[in-house]
């Protein structure tokens, strides 16, 4: 039965069940006790860990609370083929990864400037950056909360939700709320903005020329 589901997936929903599957092993990991330490290094981002490179893309794959990680793979499962369809599938998987490592970034100058030492983790900034593709390619697309339009029914623009989801995250860093890591969200929400206005024809169309240069500065292999 799982073969005949796997089978029927289009190839952005396998590529997304495999993300949604590193997402649940690592939320199982946490439970693992003598694992806390290396989970906090490595799946927790923040500028003073262990090892904040590594951390700035491994925390995006981790997930403390079970609702956190429903809510969040629920929104990518939503989200994703709309971006695999307007940038294709490799897009899709380079601006993900992208957005999860810039929003952690944009969280770790904002953590710096406050001073503060507690760690974020989960996949919210890459799919911040996900929704704002689909926002600014279609600004006009009717979206609703998930469940909640089935007790009250509700449409929203595209358009006005990404200005509201900007407006809120500003919000939160000016006023300091530590509910969300607001920082992030923004920083993934502004590059997905940036990318699908400017990035994807500066970097994508230009990787040819910009691999053959590597190739010349790198060399024959030896």
């Not at 029927?8 to 006790?33: H, S």
């Not at 995006?60 to 929104?75: C, G, K």
Request: charged share 10%.
């Amino acid at each position: 039965m799982l073969n005949v589901w796997w089978n029927e997936l289009l190839p952005e929903q396998k590529v997304v069940a495999c993300i949604v599957t590193i997402n649940i092993g690592v939320f199982l990991l946490w439970r693992v006790v003598p694992l806390q330490r290396i989970m906090l290094t490595y799946f927790a981002s923040s500028p003073i860990s262990g090892a904040p490179c590594r951390s700035m893309l491994l925390s995006a794959f981790s997930h403390y609370s079970l609702f956190h990680l429903f809510a969040n793979m629920y929104v990518l499962w939503s989200f994703a083929p709309v971006v695999s369809h307007i940038l294709g599938l490799e897009q899709f998987v380079a601006t993900y990864l992208s957005a999860a490592v810039i929003s952690s970034f944009t969280s770790y100058v904002y953590k710096t400037f406050r001073r503060s030492r507690v760690p974020s983790l989960g996949a919210s900034g890459a799919i911040m950056g996900l929704i704002g593709i689909v926002c600014v390619h279609r600004p006009n697309s009717q979206l609703s909360i998930a469940f909640v339009d089935q007790i009250f029914p509700h449409s929203f623009s595209a358009d006005s939700a990404m200005k509201f989801l900007i407006l809120l995250d500003f919000t939160g860093i000016l006023l300091g709320w530590r509910f969300f890591d607001h920082a992030a969200h923004l920083g993934g929400m502004l590059f997905g903005i940036w990318y699908v206005k400017y990035g994807h024809r500066l970097i994508w169309h230009n990787r040819e020329p910009m691999m053959m240069k590597w190739h010349e500065f790198r060399g024959k292999p030896k």
